[in-house]
């Protein structure tokens, strides 16, 4: 059983940084491509970050030169940077393993969700 555990949420002002971090247990991380997802209160959720095994990064438009994704895999760990915060960030943040496609929400491990809340 791979469990996903998250950090690094909290409240920041708009313009802002913040980091999260999701570790997960178990030995397939390296090989599974990586996802974060958020969902904000009354939205469907959306994916806002994926990476490969190998390294190969994308974003939507929403979040595109403002989030980054990455990963140690000597670490099992996983990483989103999102830099320029802006209110309508604010939501719970997921990671996500999946054995091929993040995209698909079924079939793969998610974390607990950690909580970003963007406001001045």
């Known amino acids: 059983q791979v469990q996903l555990v998250e950090s690094g949420g909290g409240s920041v002002q708009p313009g802002g940084p913040l980091r999260l971090s999701c570790e997960a247990s178990?030995?397939?991380?390296?090989?599974?491509?990586m996802g974060w997802y958020r969902q904000a209160p009354g939205k469907k959720p959306e994916l806002v970050a994926t990476?490969?095994?190998?390294?190969?990064?994308d974003y939507p438009a929403s979040v595109k030169g403002r989030f980054t994704i990455s990963r140690d895999n000597a670490k099992n760990t996983g990483y989103l940077q999102m830099n320029s915060l802006k209110p309508e960030d604010t939501a719970v943040y997921y990671c996500?393993?999946?054995?091929?496609?993040?995209?698909?929400?079924?079939?793969?491990?998610w974390g607990q969700g950690t909580q970003v809340t963007v406001s001045s």
């Open positions: 990476i490969s095994s190998s390294g190969i990064t």
């Open positions: 996500y393993l999946h054995p091929s496609v993040v995209h698909d929400p079924v079939g793969g491990y």
């Open positions: 178990g030995r397939i991380f390296s090989r599974y491509p």
